[in-house]
T-cell receptor
Framework: DAGITQSPRYKITETGRQVTLMCHQT?????MFWYRQDLGHGLRLIYY???????DKGEVPDGYVVSRSKTENFPLTLESATRSQTSVYFC??????????????FGPGTRLTVL | AQTVTQSQPEMSVQEAETVTLSCTYD???????LFWYKQPPSRQMILVIR??????QNATENRFSVNFQKAAKSFSLKISDSQLGDAAMYFC????????????FGKGTRLSVIA
């Protein structure tokens, strides 16, 4: 099916463990994004990517690592999870803002709990 | 850096009535996009309406319309004939036309619809 998917949808882990959240899109959009959603903060940008092998930090990048070896995939890794990283994580994709259709499409989200 | 402010953490409306959600933003750019996203309990982010800053005409999508005041940097969402299914979190978001392209979100407004 076309679209943007995230896996897993739910994850419980322990402090200090490494966790990778997966994101896959089928539209061949050049831009991909990772946001986290926390109560009282709305959605905040963690990292984004303008193309394969091009990534850049967002507002809250500390403790996260991303890679983009293929256009369609944009995994987010928490190298050593902390309780403050308990959140709902959203992946999104879009064409460049000056494209004729520049809407950002969001995945269903991953709820991550760090104990 | 751009900022988006939603000053109403919670709103309520009677079914079939009209409600307006407020959003203000700060930017030095002249070209940009503004969006309203709806997030129901399913957590899925759904685009409700989009406005291009260069367009003077306010966007409309069925029961949803915006009041875009560029000089005042205001972008309110009006929901007419409110339905129970409109109950959700609503996020206002800003996107630059060029350069840094991620969305900048407000903190959201939780809308309740009373039967």
């Amino acid at each position: 099916d076309a679209g943007i998917t995230q896996s897993p949808r739910y994850k419980i882990t322990e402090t200090g463990r490494q966790v990778t959240l997966m994101c896959h899109q089928t539209w061949s959009h050049s831009y991909m994004f990772w946001y986290r959603q926390d109560l009282g903060h709305g959605l905040r940008l963690i990292y984004y990517s303008a193309a394969a092998d091009i990534t850049d930090k967002g507002e809250v990048p500390d403790g996260y690592v991303v890679s983009r070896s293929k256009t369609e995939n944009f995994p987010l890794t928490l190298e050593s999870a902390t309780r403050s990283q308990t959140s709902v994580y959203f992946c999104a994709s879009s064409e460049p803002p000056d494209a004729s259709y520049n809407e950002q499409f969001f995945g269903p989200g991953t709820r991550l709990t760090v104990l | 850096a751009q900022t988006v402010t939603q000053s109403q953490p919670e709103m309520s409306v009677q079914e079939a009535e009209t409600v307006t959600l407020s959003c203000t933003y700060d930017t030095s750019e002249s070209d940009y996009y503004l969006f309203w996203y709806k997030q129901p309990p399913s957590r899925q982010m759904i685009l409700v309406i989009r406005q291009e800053a260069y367009k003077q005409q306010n966007a409309t999508e069925n029961r949803f319309s915006v009041n875009f005041q560029k000089a005042a940097k205001s972008f309110s969402l009006k929901i007419s004939d409110s339905q129970l299914g409109d109950a959700a979190m609503y996020f206002c978001a800003y996107r630059s036309y060029s350069g840094n392209t991620p969305l900048v979100f407000g903190k959201g407004t939780r809308l309740s619809v009373i039967a």
